[in-house]
């Protein structure tokens, strides 16, 4: 059983920040790979942010590049998503994932990944 429990979301001015959290139970970043994914109001759910199996490397969406960065705790639990010079277009739910093995072909996308949180929403105001 795996459950992941986001929190840390909420509303911000553009250009603000917010740091988003992901507890997991049942999955380890050790072995897994670990994933920030959004969907905003009418369209698909976009891989944000993905952390490689014991923290081997990150990939990013061209959008949030430079301004978004995730990061795993040293017992490899709980994965962060520090966004920053948010804009109103980051305006969505967010998402933490897991996947055991799936992200190898393309981490970014939703299918790849097996395990989903309930999502936090983010609301970004111009």
């Known amino acids: 059983q795996v459950d992941l429990v986001e929190s840390g979301g909420g509303s911000v001015q553009a250009g603000g920040s917010l740091r988003l959290s992901c507890s997991s139970s049942?999955?380890?970043?050790?072995?897994?790979?670990m994933g920030w994914f959004r969907q905003a109001a009418g369209k698909e759910r976009e891989g944000v942010a993905v952390?490689?199996?014991?923290?081997?490397?990150?990939k990013y969406a061209d959008s949030v590049k430079g301004r978004f960065t995730i990061s795993e705790d040293y017992a490899k639990t709980t994965v962060m998503l520090q966004m920053g010079s948010l804009k109103p277009e980051d305006t969505a739910t967010y998402y933490c994932?897991?996947?055991?093995?799936?992200?190898?072909?393309?981490?970014?996308?939703?299918?790849?990944?097996?395990?989903w949180g309930q999502g936090t929403q983010v609301t970004v105001s111009s």
């Open positions: 952390i490689y199996p014991g923290g081997r490397g990150t």
């Open positions: 994932a897991s996947s055991y093995g799936g992200g190898w072909l393309d981490p970014m996308r939703a299918d790849s990944y097996n395990y």
């Open positions: 049942g999955s380890s970043a050790s072995t897994n790979f």
